[in-house]
Structure formats: structure tokens, C-alpha cells
């Protein structure tokens, strides 16, 4: 029997060419490291030169975990350490652009974390020398990667829901930011660290927005400084619409985190199995009701890969056939600044209660 989604699969798996494999160094030895970075890279088999942490012993610690030979003493030694081409950068934002600039100075090419900046100008300021240097710069915005959402936009492009015209996100979880002391500090929080993923994926399925209207809140009590509650509305041209809602104060332990697309001839829903339990999570589901196939309902597509830590090869691998081909990264600084904008433009719409043009 003729498999439907087979072309489907095809289209969401990430594989790495051995031709574009470089060694990569790390900078920040944190969580994200930890349990998505380095597993992912080890299941495709990059090799990691060594990795940099200012505190040495958390450095240490992980990389002896995964197996990684080196541990440098100073982001001099690693910027000067010529069998490291390509460097992944994951620290708290706001160290991130003096770092990336003395590795770009030093040649190398960069994944760097979300939000690249939390000042938009900054941001622009880093996509700019990179160009500048002659480097490339990608943004590790990786749900766009998961096989739920790769899978999605594959059916899109395929044409199983005819035209899409909305894509909702409804994400009501319990996020216990204090676990991130520095998150849980932040004067800016949910659209900074976290819409700013399904922001992203928007973009990749309905193109860009012509006015958004936010609104963000904190939820009465709460200990985090910035917002943990979010309401965004995009509008495109003509008739598409997008609306994304973020309540990380669930604690009635029925979490919800689901997305849906609809178009002229069909539908796909899914659900992000990582906020149902972070970061152990469960498997993300999906299904697709086509009128083009037909479906004849709800057809499930089995969703085999997690976001945490499998969709975390994605950025990398992009970023590796970009070098070896001369072409750019997915997720390239100048294609991370459209979503960057997204986030402050809602932030002002929110500031200001008004819908702002983008
Ligand atoms: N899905 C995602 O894209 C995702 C998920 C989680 C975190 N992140 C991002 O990854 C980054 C790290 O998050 P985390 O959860 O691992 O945080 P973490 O607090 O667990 O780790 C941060 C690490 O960075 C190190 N560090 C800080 N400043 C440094 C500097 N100047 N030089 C070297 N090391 C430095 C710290 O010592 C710490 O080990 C953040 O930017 C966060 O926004 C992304």
C-alpha cells in the first residue's frame, strides 16, 4: 500500500552530509547544552573540538558526560583553537553579542541563541558585522525543525490544505521559570524566551505579517519579573490571520499545548509533547483532515522525533551545508531579525495598546 507520508517524512528528516561535517566548539556548558545540544549532535556524529564555560567546573563536568575531549581555560584559548571553525554559543543573551563579536573577529562561524539580542538595534548591529567579516551567523530557533512542524510545512507546501489562511498556537503549561534564576529576573519573558519559537514558526508557514496586536500580563502573585501570560494577533494580507496564546500558570496539571493550521481544502493539528512535562516531555502528535488526498477525516501522522533534543541538529545542519556550499543558514541572522522584530513589535503594540505596522 502506497505510503502518503512518505514524501512527507522524507521532507522533515534532518540528516547531515558527512561532506559538510566541521568540528564545533561551545560556549556555555548550561542546561540547553546539556540535554539538547550535545545528545543531538552526537546522534548525527559531529565532532566537538572543546567547550568553554566561565564556571570551569560546571565546563568540566559536562564535558566529561558527553565524551568531550577538551575544556578551554579562556574564550581566547577557544577563538585561537584553529581546529574549531564553527562555534555554538549558548549563554545568557545579554553576554552573547561581545562574545560572538571577538569570535567572528577571530573567523569563526557562529549558531547563536535566542533572542540573539533583547535590543533589536544590537541584534541588527551583530547580523551586520557578521555579514561584514564575511561569516555566516545563524540563530538556533529550532522548533521550526521539529518533525511536528517540519511535517506541517511539508503538507503546506504540498498543497494537502489547499491555501492556508490561520495557524493558531494555544500553549497553557506550568513553566517553572525559577528553575532559570536568571529567566525568572528578566523584566521581559514570555515573547523573549519562548513565543518567540512558535513566532517563528508562523513566519516559515504563512510568510510575514503586515500588523500585529499583543497584549502580555503577569498572573496575580507571581514571582517572575517579566510576563508570563501572552496574547499576540497577526495580520497578514487579505483574509490570514494568526493568533498565539502563552499561559505558562497552569496548575491544575491538565497543560494544553497545541497548534492548528487551516486552509481552503483541509486542516492539520498537532501538540508540542516537550511542555507537557519539560524537558522530558512526550511525543508530539499531529494529524492532517485533507479534502486533496483525500483523508476521509483526521489522519494521523506519526510523529517519531522530539524537539528536545532531535530538532536541535536542525539549526547546526543548516549552518554546516551553508559553509561547505556558500549558501545561507535557515535560520540566518537577517531571517532571525524578521522574527526578532515580530517580538518587539508586540511588545509596543502591549506598551501602547495599539496594532502596530511591521
Ligand atoms: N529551545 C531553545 O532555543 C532554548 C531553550 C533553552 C535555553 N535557550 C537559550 O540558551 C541559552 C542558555 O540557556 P540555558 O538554559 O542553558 O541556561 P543555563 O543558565 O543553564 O546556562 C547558561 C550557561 O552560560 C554560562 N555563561 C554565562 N555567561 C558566560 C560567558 N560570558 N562565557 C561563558 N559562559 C557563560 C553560565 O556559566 C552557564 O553555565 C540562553 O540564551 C537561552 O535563551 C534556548
Not at 507537557?276 to 511525543?283: E, N, V
Amino acid at each position: 500500500m502506497r505510503d502518503p507520508f512518505a514524501p512527507i517524512r522524507a521532507a522533515a528528516n534532518i540528516a547531515v552530509d558527512d561532506a559538510h561535517k566541521q568540528p564545533i566548539a561551545l560556549v556555555g556548558a548550561g542546561e540547553i547544552v546539556d540535554v539538547a545540544h550535545l545528545p543531538a549532535y552526537a546522534a548525527h556524529g559531529l565532532s566537538i573540538a572543546g567547550i568553554f564555560d566561565i564556571d570551569t567546573n560546571k565546563a568540566h563536568r559536562v564535558a566529561e558526560r558527553h565524551g568531550v575531549g577538551r575544556v578551554y581555560r579562556s574564550l581566547d584559548e577557544l577563538a585561537a583553537d584553529a581546529q574549531a571553525p564553527v562555534v555554538d554559543i549558548a549563554v545568557f543573551p545579554w553576554a552573547q553579542f561581545d562574545i560572538a563579536r571577538e569570535l567572528l573577529d577571530a573567523g569563526k562561524h557562529l549558531l547563536c541563541q535566542k533572542p540573539l539580542s533583547y535590543d533589536f538595534a544590537q541584534a541588527k548591529q551583530l547580523v551586520d558585522y557578521a555579514a561584514h567579516r564575511n561569516r555566516l551567523l545563524a540563530v538556533n530557533q529550532q522548533l521550526r525543525f521539529a518533525e511536528s512542524i517540519a511535517a506541517t510545512r511539508a503538507m503546506v507546501s504540498e498543497g494537502w490544505i489547499g491555501e492556508p489562511y490561520e495557524m493558531s498556537w494555544d500553549f497553557h503549561v506550568f513553566t517553572p521559570w525559577q528553575n532559570w534564576a536568571w529567566v525568572a529576573d528578566l523584566p521581559q519573558l514570555d515573547l523573549q524566551q519562548f513565543t518567540i519559537h512558535p513566532l517563528d514558526t508562523v513566519r516559515c508557514v504563512l510568510g510575514e505579517p503586515r500588523w500585529v496586536y499583543g497584549n502580555q500580563a503577569s498572573a496575580p502573585g507571581q514571582t517572575e519579573k517579566g510576563e508570563t501570560r501572552t496574547v499576540s494577533v497577526l495580520e497578514f494580507d487579505g483574509e490570514t490571520r494568526a493568533f498565539l496564546r502563552s499561559c505558562h500558570k497552569n496548575t491544575t496539571g491538565d497543560p494544553r499545548a497545541e497548534f492548528r493550521i487551516d486552509g481552503t481544502r483541509g486542516s492539520i493539528k498537532g501538540t508540542i509533547g516537550l511542555m507537557y512535562d519539560y524537558p522530558r516531555g512526550r511525543a508530539d502528535t499531529l494529524a492532517v483532515n485533507s479534502a486533496v488526498l483525500p483523508t476521509d477525516g483526521w489522519l494521523p501522522y506519526p510523529v517519531l522525533t522530539r524537539w528536545i533534543p532531535d530538532a536541535f541538529i536542525g539549526p547546526m545542519a543548516s549552518l554546516l551545508e551553508a559553509i561547505a556550499t556558500g549558501g545561507q543558514p535557515a535560520t540566518n541572522g537577517s531571517d532571525n531579525l524578521a522574527t526578532l522584530r515580530l517580538v518587539h513589535a508586540l511588545y509596543e503594540s502591549g506598551r501602547e495598546h495599539k496594532v502596530v505596522r511591521i
